[in-house]
């Protein structure tokens, strides 16, 4: 293996290092600034430690025919260290700065959608209210106005049978009469036949 091949063995995996170190914080971060999102974070760190163990054996395959050695793993580190040092702090400031931009490009979504749909939804379901009061006012004034209308034309044709089912007409005493002198019968036949029973 030749000094050019350790050379770009060397950068490359403290590049890899570098780069999972600001992948990983700036991923983390965004996922972490919103709610939906950190239910996903299992997914996004399988997909991301996936990756990156490809992208390490990719490059050591490329750069020492795939031959992994243990300072693979301390040159990723070097790497991520490295990177601590010195970009964290913007990969962390842009992450930020990504998570403020979709949220506010989601609150103006949200404002938009509420203008152009919830807004004509509560005005349309507000006028349909309006319009279902009106209509059942008319229907009650409708309804008394038409049970007037019946009481009336009742009265006008059970006029001359009206004396006929008051309650002093003639008829009513007499079935009065009757019934009374029917149960006084039938109450004397049962104790006449009890008497005879004994």
């Known amino acids: ?33 919103f709610r939906w999102l950190r239910r996903l974070r299992p997914l996004c760190d399988l997909a991301f430690w996936t990756a990156s163990a490809f992208l390490v054996y990719l490059l050591t395959f490329r750069t020492i025919d795939g031959e992994f050695r243990i300072w693979t793993l301390v040159l990723l580190a070097v790497g991520y260290g490295l990177y601590r040092l010195t970009l964290r702090r913007r990969v962390m400031r842009s992450a930020f700065a990504v998570v403020a931009v979709i949220r ?17 939804l509560r005005l349309l379901a507000r006028l349909a209210l309006g319009v279902g009061r009106a209509l059942y006012r008319a229907g009650l004034v409708v309804e008394n106005g038409l049970c007037r209308m019946v009481a009336i034309l ?9 004396r006929y089912v008051r309650r002093d007409a003639a008829w009513r005493k007499k079935l009065a009469a009757w019934q009374e002198d029917f149960w006084q019968r039938a109450s004397n036949w049962l104790i006449q036949s009890r008497e005879s029973a004994r």
């Not at 009742?154 to 009206?162: E, G, I, K, N």
């Open 1 to 33: 293996m030749s000094a050019g091949q350790n050379v770009a063995y060397v950068l490359w995996m403290i590049a890899s290092g570098a780069a999972m170190g600001a992948v990983f914080d700036w991923y983390n971060t965004i996922s972490g600034g």
């Open 104 to 120: 506010f490009i989601v609150r103006i979504v949200r404002r938009a959608l509420e203008m152009v749909v919830v807004w004509p």
């Open 154 to 162: 009742f009265a006008v044709v059970t006029f001359p049978v009206r």
